[in-house]
C-alpha cells in the first residue's frame, strides 16, 4: 500500500478545477462586469483594486486559479503559473498588504507565454511598465519596488477571500474596464440568459437616449412610490 504524505501545515496544492464548460466561459467573453453584477444584486465585486495593464478595450473572462500566500511571499504563485492552463485567471488572497510586490515583470513573461488571461491580487505588484504594456490582465491593490520572499507557506486551488470578493477554484472571473467580478460556478448557467436580456434593454433606452427621447413617467413613478406628489 502506497502511503499518502499529508501536505505540512499551511502549505497545501490541490488540483485544478474544472467545472464550467469552454461554450460556456466563451459566451460570457463580451459580456461587461457592469451588466453581471446588475443581475448579481449590484452588491458583489472586487473592492479597491486598480488596472495595471493599462487597456481599457481588454476583457477577460475564465476560470479562477486559486492562491493565499503569506503577505510578502510568493512561492504558491509561482506553482500556480506552472499548474495553469490557458485561458485562467489567478486569484491571489495576500491578505491586502502592500508593502512587498507579489508577482513583477518576469513572471507576467512565464504567465503569456503559458496563455494565462489575468492575475487578480488581493496585495502588490511590481514592474508596472511592464504590465502597462497589456497583453494579459493585471489588477492589484497596489505596487512597490520591493520584492518578495519565496519561502511559504501557501494554498493552491483553496477557497479564498480576495478583494472582498469569496472566490472557489474553478468559479467563473469576469475582468474589464470597470473591474472583477466572480461569479459562483453554480450561477454561471443562469446569470448569462439574464446578462443578455439586461443588454438588449440597455441597447433599447441607449437608442432613445440618442435619439432625444424621454420616458418621464419612469421615474415619476418611482417619486410616487416614495409619496413625493407628482
Not at 30 to 45: E, F, K
Amino acid at each position: 500500500m502506497t502511503e499518502t504524505k499529508a501536505w505540512p501545515p499551511g502549505y497545501k496544492v490541490a488540483p485544478r478545477t474544472a467545472v464550467l464548460s469552454p461554450a460556456l466561459i466563451a459566451a460570457f467573453k463580451g459580456v461587461p462586469t457592469a451588466h453581471a453584477s446588475d443581475n448579481l444584486g449590484r452588491a458583489i465585486g472586487a473592492v479597491g483594486l486598480r488596472a495595471y495593464h493599462d487597456d481599457l478595450k481588454l476583457t477577460v473572462a475564465g476560470p479562477a486559479l486559486t492562491v493565499r500566500v503569506r503577505p510578502g511571499d510568493n512561492l504558491m504563485i509561482h506553482v500556480a503559473i506552472a499548474m495553469a492552463q490557458r485561458g485562467d485567471v489567478i486569484l491571489v488572497d495576500g491578505g491586502g498588504d502592500v508593502s512587498q510586490a507579489l508577482i513583477g515583470g518576469l513572471m507576467r513573461t512565464s504567465a503569456i507565454a503559458r496563455g494565462i488571461a489575468g492575475f487578480v491580487l488581493d496585495g502588490a505588484v511590481r514592474d508596472i511598465a511592464e504590465w502597462a504594456e497589456g497583453g494579459i490582465a493585471c489588477y492589484a491593490r497596489g505596487h512597490t519596488h520591493r520584492g518578495p520572499s519565496k519561502d511559504g507557506p501557501g494554498e493552491v486551488n483553496v477557497p479564498i477571500a480576495c478583494a472582498g470578493m469569496v472566490v472557489n477554484p474553478g468559479d467563473l472571473v469576469l475582468c474589464d474596464a470597470d473591474g472583477v467580478i466572480v461569479v459562483p460556478a453554480t450561477d454561471a448557467e443562469a446569470l448569462l440568459a439574464r446578462a443578455k436580456a439586461h443588454a438588449a434593454r440597455e441597447d433599447k433606452i441607449r437608442a432613445d437616449n440618442a435619439a432625444g427621447k424621454s420616458d418621464p413617467e419612469r421615474f415619476n413613478a418611482l417619486l410616487r412610490s416614495k409619496g413625493c406628489p407628482v
